[in-house]
């Protein structure tokens, strides 16, 4: 069975000394949580504390990640990091096109797409998230709002596409403690499965996330799911024991 894999984002949040007791929360029950068996773990931080965070998770099985990636290589684009930049500070996953960054930056499925080639073409794995917002749902769009944003991915990335990592990330269900139910997951995951193995041979790798209001409470019934093959934890991210109750319903 793949081995499943929890994100924290940690979006805008954290100080130096944040981090640093966060971390030490998560070093030290990591090993308990785990009980002997396996799963992926990673922080996506924020970009000015990758090389504090490099040094805090160095040897302790978590891998480090960030928020967002230049579609650029190098050059006049100020504010942006390049893929290459981040690979230099041991990051291992770029999460592309969140829905905050759709929204409130205007991120279309065509840069979305491009930030995942970038960060492909440095060694960095793109977590790429997939979403519909409330209104979509409740006008029965939702298998046509994601299917469209992974198409344009798939588009760009042709047979790379079995390397990225995937987020089904429901808008209504960030932040809001409004989780879809497992069986809503589950359906649209199945068709986003279904869509990489149309694009794909290898789709059955590829790692397809849920996200949104993920917490200790509810994290073993969706990680249950057939489709399900880990969380992106946004708030539940910031508290040590949930995070850790979240990587123990996730150990296989
Ligand atoms: P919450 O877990 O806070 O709902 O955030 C989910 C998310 O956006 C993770 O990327």
Redesign the pocket.
């Known amino acids: 069975m793949m081995r499943k894999l929890i994100a924290g984002?940690w979006k805008m949040n954290g100080s130096l000394a944040a981090n640093q007791a966060l971390l030490s929360g998560i070093h030290d029950g990591l090993s308990a949580a785990l009980g002997g068996k396996h799963a992926d773990v990673a922080v996506c931080v924020p970009v000015i504390y990758v090389s504090q965070v490099q040094q805090l998770v160095h040897n302790m099985g978590v891998a480090l990640g960030v928020q967002d990636v230049s579609v650029h290589a190098q050059g006049a684009y100020t504010g942006e990091t390049s893929a290459a930049m981040l690979k230099d500070f041991g990051v291992r996953y770029a999460?592309v096109g969140?829905?905050e960054r759709r929204q409130y930056h205007g991120e279309t499925d065509e840069q979305v797409a491009l930030k995942a080639k970038s960060a492909l073409s440095s060694g960095i794995t793109p977590i790429v998230?997939v979403g519909e917002t409330l209104a979509e749902r409740e006008a029965g769009q939702t298998e046509h709002v994601v299917k469209r944003q992974l198409a344009a991915v798939i588009h760009t990335n042709g047979h790379c596409i079995s390397e990225i990592v995937l987020?089904y990330?429901p808008v209504w269900?960030?932040?809001?403690g409004k989780t879809a139910t497992p069986q809503e997951a589950q359906s649209v995951h199945a068709v986003l499965r279904a869509q990489l193995q149309a694009a794909s041979e290898h789709a059955q790798r590829v790692k397809i996330l849920y996200?949104?209001?993920?917490n200790a409470a509810n994290a073993s019934d969706l990680l249950a799911q057939a489709d399900i093959d880990g969380g992106?934890?946004?708030?539940?991210a910031l508290k040590p024991a949930d995070f850790l109750t979240i990587i123990a319903a996730a150990a296989r």
């Open positions: 984002n999460i969140h829905s998230c987020a990330e269900a960030i932040g809001t996200g949104g209001s993920m992106l934890i946004g708030g539940a």
